[in-house]
T-cell receptor, first 112, second 112 residues
């Protein structure tokens, strides 16, 4: 089955910890995205990558880091510098050329 | 001014009626426009994409684009209770970037 897989579905982080959210796609898409969604809010762009070994900051990149070593993978690290990380994190991918994006099932991160 | 704006709602319509969802965007060079449906606690799923001025119909859904007015809308005919969800408008701004910017979403409630 082609698609985007995010893991884990639920994640709990202690104060001061770094955590990494996984995103893998087998759609052969060039572009990948990370969004954050807070309750009752829209999607805010954290980071995006248009090609392997290259990525750009979105609107709310502070406290987050990413890598794009392989076309299929775009992991997101939530660092201890992110003071309010509790949110629903969504990964998406799309082919180049302005086509539609497809989403993974999301990771719900909670700080305990 | 936000890049993509939507009325947060809730928009309440009776079953069988037409639901009209609206979205405006600020980047006049935007090329690609998308409507996503998001059920509570789930990830967004693509409903419609539209790239040129005019109407595009797919079943009960019609997307309308007016680039001169920087306006895109989604009409849902014969609304069903199962259509109750948040509808997100997404725009690919112009230029070399492959960003995908989302509005905050409109909550639609279809009353049986």
């Amino acid at each position: 089955d082609g698609g985007i897989t995010q893991s884990p579905k639920y994640l709990f982080r202690k104060e001061g910890q770094n955590v990494t959210l996984s995103c893998e796609q087998n759609l052969n898409h060039d572009a990948m995205y990370w969004y954050r969604q807070d309750p009752g809010q829209g999607l805010r762009l954290i980071y995006y990558s248009q090609i392997v070994n290259d990525f750009q900051k979105g609107d709310i990149a502070e406290g987050y880091s990413v890598s794009r070593e392989k076309k299929e993978s775009f992991p997101l690290t939530v660092t201890s510098a992110q003071k309010n990380p509790t949110a629903f994190y969504l990964c998406a991918s799309r082919a180049q050329g302005g086509t539609e994006a497809f989403f993974g099932q999301g990771t719900r991160l909670t700080v305990v | 001014q936000k890049e993509v704006e939507q009325n947060s709602g809730p928009l309440s319509v009776p079953e069988g009626a037409i639901a009209s969802l609206n979205c405006t965007y600020s980047d006049r060079g935007s090329q690609s426009f998308f409507w996503y449906r998001q059920y509570s606690g789930k990830s967004p799923e693509l409903i419609m994409s539209i790239y040129s001025n005019g109407d595009k119909e797919d079943g009960r859904f019609t997307a309308q684009l007016n680039k001169a007015s920087q306006y895109v809308s989604l009409l849902i005919r014969d609304s069903q209770p199962s259509d109750s969800a948040t509808y997100l408008c997404a725009v690919n701004p112009g230029g070399a970037t492959n960003k995908l910017i989302f509005g905050t979403g409109t909550l639609l409630a279809v009353q049986p």
